[in-house]
């Protein structure tokens, strides 16, 4: 059975030219990404800011057109839809953006931006509609008397269900999220993360979930992709990941976990600790994505790194051993 | 709390704003009851009264036929009112339309219309303006269509732009998503959160047209005599500015604070409806959500 959904090598270039008389550039956003969702089953991706997980995002729900590369919905291309298909697809594919200030129509009512897709789409009679916009505010818990107020008027939170609302207004079979809790107070992401994951259980959404959160990932995904300037370095289950991570960027990510953790749990100061998260994160920032390095993208702060890695770019594959894993890195090739 | 209450406090608190607006409803009022409220027939010769200062009869003086200067102002002031309403209206209706299907569709289309902006931006719009009277007669329709029809390029250029920046927005986003159409995109999505430096042009536009309708009737060319308005009152002073200085002075006046009034009105909207003033209010007021 094909997929939910699936990407094939997406490319996302932007071409631009420095200055007036500067040579051309490219932006590589995403460069030769696959993956798939199947039903019911929850994508992580991964990876720090700059790894083109939010061009990811708009390339899946069809806003944007990749360079090259294609994404299937239960086995069709979204991009040679008819208008009819590529209406069904909107019905069954939902995005929650990260920033809720920025995705809800600063001039339009509760009522009117979750109605939006229930008008569009026709899923109910006129009369009902104002019924049917209060079930999903009570499914992300909010009451009937905000209908008639503005954005303006909620907090980030608020707003983030509202935005949640109305995706689920169409009875979507998958939602990307990018980065929906990361614009939030820490509070307030747990409570945003358990409607998410009611959602799952209860409706049975797929998710492609987007964060640089491990922990959220961990919580909620059945499988990961952990990206990297552009690229998937590593792919697998949740739990295989989780216990025994495979790529030296994927390894010094997680380093940093438990380290986080007890911090915001309000643990003392451990040297130790720190020092061992120290060593393994992955040193300085990514690069830009306009001068990627050659060879592998990781290896200037790989602290692995040995001969074939600034010559070669290594591909994603099964490693030796690791059987239903996939990971880019020369060490397990 | 709507977005209007929010931008009507914040225009309130800008007292010479306030002054404008109350000076436009005043006219609006003038001009609505002129009929009713003028004291003599705007036509009405008085071959007796010629030129005589102002006095308890006429309070304005009268013209070199004996005509009261009040009341042909105050029938004036309907040319004045509706030109710049109904020519700014024409103007924004064709920007707004032309602004939108540039910024939004961009590419080509965006190219052609915007160096059809360019072409019409480089006629000396007046002098269209009078080209186009000289061969089709004078009528006040006329002149709000001309007028209208060569200053619609600055909302343009303000529609596309909002556009430009709107398209991309994470919420316009949301509702493609929603399986939203291109017109509700449009017209839903962008168009109502484009509107707010249109009003204040529009607002500008609108005292600019007045300008343009009484410097179009001071040279013979708009409102035809023996109609009144207050650019062909003024023309007839000029002949007479040695000997009758009220002919000059009280029209001059009435389109000074008219265009006055209209551009605090401007400047205290552009204020108001500025959305980056919006965020700290809400937190100032203590009305922030949870």
Request: aromatic content about 8%; proline content about 7%.
């Amino acid at each position: 059975m094909d997929p939910l959904i699936k990407a094939q090598d997406l490319r996302k270039f932007f071409p631009f030219r420095k200055g007036l008389f500067g040579r051309e550039m490219v932006l590589k956003a995403v460069d030769g990404v696959s993956l798939e969702v199947a039903e019911n089953r929850v994508l992580g991706v991964v990876g720090e800011s700059g790894s083109g997980k939010s061009t990811l995002a708009r390339m899946v729900t069809a806003l944007d057109r990749p360079t090259s590369g294609d994404v299937l919905f239960r086995g069709k291309s979204v991009f040679s839809m008819d208008r009819h298909e590529l209406k069904q697809f909107r019905r069954a594919v939902q995005i929650i953006f990260q920033d809720p200030f920025a995705s809800l129509n600063p001039r339009a009512t509760v009522f009117d931006t979750i109605a939006e897709p229930i008008r569009i789409h026709r899923l109910a009679e006129k009369k009902d509609i104002e019924q049917k916009v209060a079930g999903l505010l009570k499914d992300v818990g909010l009451g009937m008397e905000i209908l008639r107020r503005y954005p303006h008027e909620f907090s980030g939170g608020q707003r983030q269900r509202i935005c949640i609302a109305r995706a689920l207004a169409v009875s979507p079979r998958l939602i990307v999220a990018d980065e929906p809790l990361s614009a939030l107070d820490v509070s307030i992401q747990a409570q945003i993360l358990n409607i998410l994951s009611d959602l799952k259980k209860r409706d049975r959404i797929s998710f492609l979930f987007i964060s640089h959160d491990l922990r959220v990932v961990e919580y909620l995904s059945d499988e990961v992709a952990v990206m990297y300037l552009g690229k998937v370095v590593e792919r697998s289950g949740a739990e295989g990941l989780f216990e025994k991570p495979l790529h030296p960027y994927t390894v010094g990510l997680f380093a940093s976990v438990p380290a986080i953790k007890a911090r915001e749990m309000g643990a003392p100061f451990d040297e130790k600790m720190e020092e061992k998260v120290e060593k393994a994160a992955p040193k300085g920032d990514i690069p830009s994505p306009i001068d990627i390095p050659p060879g592998c993208p990781f290896h200037p702060r790989c602290p692995k790194r040995f001969s074939p890695c600034d010559k070669a770019i290594p591909q994603l594959m099964e490693p030796a051993g690791q059987p239903g894993r996939l990971v880019a890195c020369h060490l397990w090739n | 709390m709507s977005v209007k209450s929010l931008v009507w406090r914040r225009f309130k608190k800008n007292r010479l704003a306030l002054a404008g607006l109350a000076v436009i409803a005043a006219l609006i009022l003038i001009a609505i009851f002129a009929p009713h409220i003028a004291p003599y027939s705007p036509t009405g010769i008085d071959v007796n009264h010629v030129l005589s200062p102002p006095s308890w009869r006429h309070p304005f003086g009268t013209d070199e036929l004996g005509r009261d200067v009040l009341t042909r102002m105050l029938l004036g002031s309907r040319v004045s009112l509706s030109v710049g309403f109904i020519a700014m209206g024409i103007a924004v209706l064709i920007g707004t339309l032309v602004g939108s299907l540039a910024g939004f569709y961009g590419g080509k289309v965006d190219s052609v219309l915007m160096r059809f902006v360019d072409i019409m931006l480089a006629f000396p719009s007046f002098v269209l303006i009078l080209a186009v009277i000289a061969i089709v007669p004078p009528s006040i329709f006329i002149i709000m269509a001309v007028i209208g029809v060569t200053g619609w390029m600055d909302v343009a250029r303000l529609v596309r732009a909002e556009f430009l920046t709107l398209k991309h927005r994470d919420f316009v986003l949301a509702s493609k998503s929603a399986g939203a159409g291109s017109m509700r995109l449009i017209f839903r999505e962008i168009l109502p959160n484009a509107l707010s430096p249109v009003f204040v042009a529009a607002t500008f536009g609108v005292a600019g047209a007045i300008l343009t309708e009484s410097a179009l009737s001071f040279l013979g060319l708009g409102v035809q005599p023996p109609n009144p308005s207050w650019g062909n009152i003024l023309a007839s002073g000029k002949d007479n500015i040695e000997t009758a200085w009220w002919l000059s002075l009280y029209p001059g006046l009435a389109i000074l604070i008219t265009v006055l009034s209209y551009n605090l009105v401007g400047e205290g909207l552009r204020d108001a409806l500025d959305p980056r003033l919006w965020e700290t209010e809400r937190y100032e007021t203590g009305e922030d959500g949870q």
